[in-house]
Structures are given as C-alpha cells and as structure tokens.
C-alpha cells in the first residue's frame, strides 16, 4: 500500500465513528416505538391500538392521504405537461408559479383559507389546503423528467402508427412513473407528518391525535403506539413505492441528440387552459398571498411590536443556522462513505440515515423526549435537543446534496494532497472543502428554511420561553388572533422563498446535467 493510500485511510475510522452516530440517531425513534411494544406485551399493545377511535383516525388519514395524493398527482402532472409539453402562453412564468407554493408552509395555508372562509374546515378543507400545499411536489419531478426525455420515442411510436395520445400513453407515461410515484410518495409523507394545517382545519388524523395525547398524557403509551402506526403507515408507502417504481430500466446510454422541439398546440383549448391554470394559482398562491397582506393591513388583532417579530425572526435564523451547521457536518461522513468506500456497511448507513425522510416530526419529538426525560433529564427542552431533532428529521436533504457533490470531487486530487504529505484535515481544508462548496452550500441552505418554517418539533422540544416564527405564528392563529399571526406568517414567507428558488434551480441543473 502506498504512503498516499495508507495517509487517504487515516481519517477512515473517525469518519466511520460519526457516520455511525448519525445512524443511531436516526434509529432512535424507530428504536423507542420498538422497545415502547416490547414493553408493552402483545396484549397491551392490542389494547391501545385495537380501539374504536384509533380506527377512525386511520380511516381520516389514509382517506386524506389517499385523496390528496391522486389530487396532487392529476394536477402535478398535468401542469408539468401543459408548461413543457404544449404552446401555453408563458410557460416559464406559470412553471415558476407552480414551484411558488413550496414557499407558503401548509400551516400557513390553512391559516389563509380559514380566516378568508371560516366555514371551510373538515374533510373538503383538509383536501382543499393539503393539495394545494403539496401538488409542486409532484410537478417539479415530472417536469423535470417531461423537459430532459429524449423525444425519439415518440417519434420511433408515431412512425408505427400510433395517434399523439397513444404514444403519450405507452411511451411518454412509462417514463414518468418513477416521477410521479416519487412526487406521491413527498406528498404523502409530507402529509402524515402535517399537524399544523389539519389541527386548524379541525380534522383528526394520527398525527394530531398524538400531539393530543401528548399535551394531555404527556407522552404516555397510547401516544407511543399511535407513534408505531405511523411509522407503519410511512412503511406502506415507502413499500408502495418501490412497487409501483419497479425495476424497468430508465436510463440509456448517451445523451442523444439535443434538437428543438416544437410544442403540442393548444388550438381552441388554450384559452381554458389559460383560465385553469390561472385559477389553480389563485387558490395555491393568490389566497395565502392575498388573506395575509388583509390581515396585516386591516386585522385589528395587530397588536404584536417590532421586537417581537425581531426576536422570532433572529430566534428561527439562529436555530437554523445552527442545525444547518450540524446536520451538514454529521451527514458529512455518510456521504463520503458512500462516495468513496462504497459497501455493505456504507449502504446500511446511507440507508439508515434516510430514515428521517420517512419519519414524521411528531414521531422523533416524542422519542426524544422520552428518551431525554428517562436518560438525561437535564436535556429535556433544552437547545441541543432540539437541534438533534433537526439533524434526525433533516439529515436526507443535506445527504442528497453532499453525496451529489461528492461524486463530481475526482478522488485522484485528494490522493495526490495525500502523497504529497498533507494529513488527512489539510487535505479536507485544501482540496475536498472547495470542491465541495457549492454542494455543502445547497445542503445547508435547505436544512436551514427546512428549519425556519419546522413545527411539531419545535413545539414539543424548544426550550422554555423560545419563540421562532413557527411557533409564535401558532399561538396567535390557534387563539383566532389572525392579524396578530399575519406578521409571522408573512415573515416566514419571505424567509422560504429561496428554498422554492433553489429547489427549482436544483431541478433544472439536474436535467442539464
């Protein structure tokens, strides 16, 4: 082995040790559901979970999630295909609208519509906010798929005899499940985690049961085993996924030939697609928009000062900055493992540390408190604690990003710093840490709006006295102070739309790439 080599391994085993721990934190509230059930006995836990109510919660979510999803699906791809696909007037500007909504949290939303409409709440609010909220989600993949494929295909279809919507049905489609099974699958983790929107709508799902059930047991075991069928929930639609994806191979080899389509005509339709279009982004943009510039113009509720929106504002920038930091840092070693040791043990890892994806926030908040309350009680509502929430339920947007830097950093750099007698921190100062600036940079950056606009979480974990944005908005909101909350939620706002920003443009440098 050469000195180059052995000098590239000595940081090996440090790198290993902290992508370990993020591992186990990641575990964590798997593992408290786990030993919560074994604590339990099969009798306890069929105690808890077989009940009348727990059924009907079930029901209420996986209707919403199920509604919801087939809602985002139908309007995420058919504004991908009519931006991308046809001659609607303006397509850039309304692609960029459609993306615009991931900047309005959803809480925010169902804020708007019910100060706006105070009748709607139930079911058809729940299914009219959460859609809105979470449709971009499904649009962006999609487009991004409609504006890299390689249109030869269709071309290759159409020779044989197939009619445009033929070809679109068994050439195009195939090449977007993956997409759309992808943007359903955000959407209905997104929404089983959703607490906020759906407390304000008054419509009982899992999730708001067990903030329920935490506010008034403190965490006791009935919210723990409603915790484990989330978690159940969250594993049918991971499982449902990778069904529906399956194993048809996507890719191909060589970029094709970049030539410059003409688009599908619109004819007679272009004018209702115009008038659909724009009333979609009435109801996704204009209403939150439009409810919170009234609310800070006339709401007579307005009674909160400047240094209490400065406080809130510097509070939820703080905590940001801070887990952005750590996360960043923590999921750093995962994905150089991944890159540059790739095997069982690095996959295991990488996978493990996905899991925050997949697991609501309320989920982690509890598990962390239990774990904090029985361990060390000293770190019950305390700042680290929380941050460590962050890292766990934020851990994948910064792993996706520095893993996708990583694999643009050529090894051959670091081995050559190595050889030239650098130790293993100077090669990561000098060589690795510019190459990898941007990505870190896009890590960060997402964990930190991530952050800013967080919750469930922050509402059971922050320390006592804390006040973000987040949840100075819910105190207002939830006590029908609606002006009172229009500051933080306009904040907020303004806060979240470079994570909208930077998302598309993510999108579409992965297509150019």
């Known amino acids: 082995m050469t000195l180059a080599r052995r000098r590239a391994l000595a940081a090996a085993p440090l790198r290993v040790a902290v992508a370990v ?14 030993v919560s059930t074994v604590l339990l006995g099969p009798r306890g836990v069929v105690d808890l979970v077989w009940r009348p109510r727990v059924g009907e919660l079930l029901v ?5 999630l199920v509604a919801t999803a087939s809602a985002c699906v139908v309007l995420g791809t058919a504004t991908a295909w009519v931006t991308e696909r046809t001659d609607l007037p303006g397509a850039p500007v309304w692609g960029a609208l459609f993306a615009a909504p991931l900047a309005v949290p959803a809480f925010v939303n169902s804020y708007a519509w019910v100060s706006v409409l105070p009748g709607v709440d139930g079911f058809v609010g729940a299914l009219v906010v959460t859609t809105m909220s979470y449709f971009p989600l499904v649009h962006l993949p999609v487009a991004a798929v409609l ?9 290759v279809a159409r020779a044989l005899g197939l009619s445009p919507r033929a070809a679109a049905v068994r050439v195009v489609l195939p090449a977007l499940r993956p997409a759309i099974a992808g943007g359903a699958l955000l959407v209905g983790l997104h929404l089983l985690a959703e607490y906020g929107a759906l407390a304000l709508l008054r419509y009982p799902t899992v999730t708001v049961a067990i903030y329920d059930l935490f506010e008034s047991t403190f965490a006791g075991p009935a919210a723990a085993m409603l915790a484990g069928v989330l978690v159940v929930l969250c594993l049918v639609l991971l499982t449902a996924d990778m069904a529906l994806v399956g194993r048809a191979r996507q890719a191909r080899v060589g970029a094709g030939a970049a030539r410059r389509r003409a688009r599908t005509p619109l004819g007679g ?8 279009v724009g009333l979609l982004v009435v109801a996704a943009l204009g209403v939150p ?20 929106l400065a406080v809130a504002t510097v509070t939820s920038i703080g905590l940001g900055l801070l887990a ?3 996360t960043t840092a923590l999921t750093f070693p995962v994905a150089w493992l991944a890159v540059r040791r790739p095997g069982l043990l690095s996959r295991v890892l990488e996978r493990t540390a996905h899991l925050g994806n997949a697991l609501p926030g309320i989920v982690v908040a509890l598990a962390l408190v239990i774990v904090a309350i029985r361990l060390v009680p000293g770190l019950y509502q305390t700042t680290p604690l929380l941050i460590t929430a962050y890292a766990i339920l934020f851990m994948p947007l910064a792993l996706v990003n520095l893993r996708a830097a990583l694999v643009r950093v050529p090894p051959e750099l670091e081995e050559v710093a190595h050889g030239l007698g650098s130790p293993p921190v100077a090669v990561l100062a000098r060589v690795t840490a510019p190459l990898l600036a941007r990505g870190a940079g896009a890590a960060a950056a997402l964990v930190f709006l991530a952050v800013s606009t967080e919750l469930t979480a922050t509402l059971l974990l922050a320390p006592t006295g804390t006040s973000t944005l987040a ?9 029908l102070s609606y002006g009172a ?8 706002i303004l806060i979240s739309v470079p994570a909208a920003f930077l998302l598309t443009r993510q999108v579409h440098a992965g297509v150019r790439a």
């Open 21 to 34: 721990t993020a591992a186990l934190l990641a575990l964590l509230p798997v593992g408290y559901i786990a």
């Open 60 to 64: 209420n979510t996986t209707v919403l």
């Open 147 to 155: 504006r890299g494929m390689d249109r030869d295909h269709e071309d």
């Open 269 to 276: 339709a272009r004018l209702p697609a115009l008038l659909a």
């Open 289 to 308: 928009l439009a409810s919170l510039a009234r609310w800070l113009l006339e709401g007579r509720s307005t009674t909160v000062d400047a240094a209490a």
């Open 324 to 326: 952005a930091a750590v």
């Open 471 to 479: 949840t100075a908005f819910w105190g207002q909101a939830t006590a």
């Open 485 to 492: 909350a229009a500051p933080y939620a306009a904040m907020m």
